[in-house]
């Protein structure tokens, strides 16, 4: 039986560094700031894998979550403690563009998915609640058309307040029922003003939000930057938050979360760079990860297959559930978070 909280929040209504497919050319014109990223997927299969188908001032924020412990001990069953787990989801939403209700079932299955396998916190790509761009068509501010040959949605259709919209609200009750950390993806809005950003629940509610603060070209069409770097506190551990483009070059934002003493940087990402060229995340997040010493959790859109966990150690990246290779693949990748 679906669960009555999940019906509540469909009723409530009735998403990425890329969206294009030149974002190679753009990363590489850029030598220390801007960079590129945009998204296939199909029905929905059980993995550890795989069904076919994404200069630093500010203000710095730290909010504390359990970090939820959904594979606590059961003293019913006399069952050891399991270790806290990230989840981290590869899921192409862009294949269902303007489409929550179903992008947000599909996230549901993976999640489950991931918590099946242990996992405590649970991390969604950039643009996977709404889609990020397709070839034809893009979020944009109200009253535009058209924007880089493309057509033209009205980003105030979809934007909501974080806290106070039907996607925290989602996560926060499916966060409740299953005693796990969400990190999900929404478009803000706030006043006059739209911001890409990823929000945070625990089983107790909001914890924070965080935004974009290094917008693609996409992004311009409707997002204002952020401007304050985000630390969660969580049972596993302190981690600093980014959307993609956040986390393209070395120093700057790694820096900042650097000298606030985090354990580890999650990305939610639309990669949207050639798998298997020049600045294809498999290499491009290694060389982040060593570079700054720091591990680097990052979902991505399975167009751009980046879904890994980065070890800062310069060596290959790490999956648990997908393949090693999984371009247009969604599915699930978990890792037990060290102390």
């Not at 409707?222 to 956040?246: E, K, N, P, Q």
Request: net charge negative.
């Amino acid at each position: 039986m679906t669960p009555a909280w999940r019906w509540f929040a469909v009723a409530l209504v009735a998403a990425a560094c890329g969206g294009g497919e030149d974002g190679g050319d753009e990363r590489a014109s850029e030598s220390s700031g801007g960079s590129d990223e945009s998204s296939t997927s199909s029905d929905i299969g059980m993995v550890t894998g795989m069904t076919e188908s994404s200069g630093v001032d500010g203000d710095e924020s730290t909010s504390s979550t359990d970090g939820s412990e959904s594979s606590s001990d059961d003293s019913s069953t006399g069952e050891p403690e399991l270790p806290p787990a990230i989840g981290l989801v590869q899921y192409n939403a862009d294949t269902h563009f303007g489409d929550w209700d179903y992008n947000t079932a599909s996230l549901t299955e993976w999640a489950e998915a991931a918590i099946a396998e242990g996992a405590t916190i649970l991390v969604f790509p950039e643009g996977s609640s709404w889609g990020y761009a397709t070839p034809t068509e893009l979020w944009c501010a109200p009253g535009m058309d058209e924007y880089d040959g493309r057509s033209c949605r009205d980003v105030a259709t979809v934007a909501e307040p974080l806290p106070g919209g039907p996607t925290t609200e989602y996560w926060a009750a499916f966060a409740a029922e299953y005693n796990v950390t969400v990190v999900y993806h929404a478009i803000e809005g706030d006043g006059e003003a739209f911001y890409n950003a990823i929000g945070v629940v625990d089983p107790d509610g909001f914890v924070t939000s965080y935004r974009k603060r290094t917008l693609y070209y996409v992004d311009q069409a409707y997002a204002t930057a952020g401007d304050a770097s985000v630390v969660i506190d969580t049972a596993a551990g302190r981690f600093g938050l980014m959307i993609c483009l956040d986390g393209s070059y070395d120093d700057g934002y790694y820096d900042e979360y650097a000298a606030q003493d985090v354990d580890g940087i999650i990305i939610a990402m639309d990669w949207d760079d050639d798998p298997n060229g020049p600045y294809a995340a498999i290499d491009w997040f290694r060389d982040r990860a060593a570079n700054n010493d720091v591990r680097i959790y990052a979902s991505d859109v399975s167009t751009w297959d980046g879904t890994a966990f980065y070890p800062p150690d310069d060596v290959p990246r790490e999956r648990n559930g997908l393949p090693e290779i999984a371009i247009d693949i969604d599915g699930i990748s978990v890792h037990t978070l060290e102390p």
